[in-house]
C-alpha cells in the first residue's frame, strides 16, 4: 500500500550506500517539468489522463491537490484541519484515506458536480485507496486484519473480496482484475481476483518477497526479490507468461505500468559517496529498451505514468516537489 511504500523507499534510501555496480542505460527524450514550486513537501503523485493528484503539506496539514496538465491549472481539493493522503484518480473522480473522524475513512470528490462523500463508515481503518472506472478498493481493518474490499461508485454497494485470516493488503485495480500483497504463505505473494467470475489465484510461485504490485491491462508488474535484490517482474493474465523486466544488480523497486511502458526507482547510480540517488527509470516493453528517465543526484521517488507523461517526487530542492517528463516522439510506442 502507498503508506507502505513510503517506509519502504525511506528504508530503501538508507542501504544505498551497499547497492550493487553501476551500468548505463540510454537517456529517455523528452520535456522535464517541476509543477509545483510551493515550498512544502508533495508527495504521491497519481496521475490519470492530464491530470495529476498528490499529498501535500503546504497548510501545515495533509491536503490534497490536483493539476491539470493541458490547462496548467492547479486546484486544492480538500481544506479540512486533518490528514488526507494517498490520492488516486480516474477521470472526474478522485479518492483518498481521510482521518477527520478519528479513524482512517475513505473519502471521494467528484470533480464534474465538486461534491465531497464518505465511502466507508465503519469505526476501524480503511486505507490505500485506488480507483478504476466506477470502482474503488482499498485496505480494510474492520476483521482484525487487514482484507481487500470494494466499493461500486455507480450502485452504493460495498464488496468484501478477501475472507484469508492473514493479511492482504495494497490492492491496485483495472477492469474486472483486483491484484494484491497477500501475506498467507508466510511471505509477501501476489494475488489476484476477477469480479466477473469470483475466482481468487495465486500471480506469484516463488517462495521470496514480492510486493508493490500495478496492473495495466492483463499486464501486472511488482518488485521481487528473488534474486537477492530488488527487481521488477511482470506477468501477462492473457498468456500466463512472467518476465523479469530488471536485471541490473542494483535495487529496483515501486513499479508502475501504462501500456507498453513501465517505470520504477532505481539505484544503480549511487557512487558511495552521499546516500540516496534514486532515479527513475523506464521498460518499453514494445522495443525491449531501458531507458533512464532523471539524472539528477538527490533522489526521485513514487512513480506514476499514464500514457506519455511520467510524474514522481523529486527531492533535488531540499523539499519533496511534484515533477513530469513527457516523453517525446523518439520515446513514443504504441499502448
Keep these: 500500500m502507498k503508506l507502505r511504500k513510503s517506509t519502504i523507499i525511506s528504508f530503501l534510501i538508507g542501504l544505498s550506500l551497499i547497492s550493487m555496480g553501476t551500468a548505463a542505460a540510454n537517456m529517455a527524450e523528452g520535456i522535464e517539468k517541476q509543477i509545483e514550486s510551493n515550498g512544502t513537501g ?39 484541519p486533518f490528514i488526507q493522503m494517498t490520492p488516486d484518480i480516474y477521470e472526474d473522480i478522485i479518492v483518498w484515506e481521510d482521518n477527520r473522524n478519528g479513524d482512517w475513512d475513505i473519502y471521494m470528490y467528484d470533480l ?52 484469508n485470516e492473514a493479511d492482504q493488503w495494497y490492492p491496485v485495480i483495472h477492469g474486472d482484475t483486483i491484484v494484491w500483497e497477500d501475506a498467507r504463505n508466510g511471505s509477501s ?31 501486472v508488474v511488482w518488485t521481487d526479490y528473488r534474486n537477492f535484490n530488488q527487481d521488477i517482474y511482470m506477468y501477462n493474465l492473457s498468456s500466463g507468461e512472467e518476465m523479469q523486466v530488471t536485471t541490473n544488480g542494483s535495487w529496483q523497486v515501486d513499479p508502475a ?36 528517465v532523471t539524472v539528477n543526484v538527490s533522489n526521485q521517488v513514487y512513480p506514476d505514468i499514464y500514457g506519455d507523461s511520467i510524474v514522481w517526487t523529486d527531492m533535488r530542492n531540499e523539499e519533496a516537489i511534484i515533477y513530469t517528463f513527457e516523453l517525446s516522439a523518439e520515446d513514443l510506442s504504441e499502448a
Design 42 to 80: 508533495q508527495w504521491y503523485p497519481a496521475i490519470h489522463e492530464d491530470r495529476i493528484v498528490w499529498t501535500d503539506t503546504r497548510n501545515e496539514t495533509f491536503d490534497i491537490y490536483m493539476y491539470n496538465l493541458s490547462s496548467e491549472e492547479e486546484v486544492q481539493i480538500t481544506s479540512t
Design 112 to 163: 464534474s458536480s465538486e461534491l465531497e462523500m464518505q465511502i466507508t463508515v465503519h469505526p476501524a481503518d480503511q486505507r490505500n485507496p485506488v480507483i478504476y472506472e466506477d470502482r474503488i478498493v482499498w485496505t480494510d481493518m474492520r476483521n482484525s486484519n487487514m482484507d481487500v474490499y470494494m466499493y461500486n461508485v455507480t450502485t452504493g454497494e460495498e464488496t468484501q473480496i478477501t475472507t
Design 189 to 219: 505473494s501476489i494475488y489476484t481476483y476477477n469480479i466477473s467470475s469470483g475466482e481468487e489465484s495465486k500471480l506469484t510461485q516463488n517462495e521470496s518477497e514480492q510486493y508493490l504490485p500495478a496492473i495495466d491491462g492483463d499486464r
Design 257 to 292: 505500468i501504462s501500456g507498453n511502458r513501465i517505470v520504477w526507482i532505481d539505484d544503480r547510480n549511487q557512487d558511495g559517496d552521499m546516500p540516496g540517488n534514486w532515479d527513475i527509470y523506464m521498460h518499453d516493453l514494445s522495443t525491449g529498451e531501458e531507458l533512464q
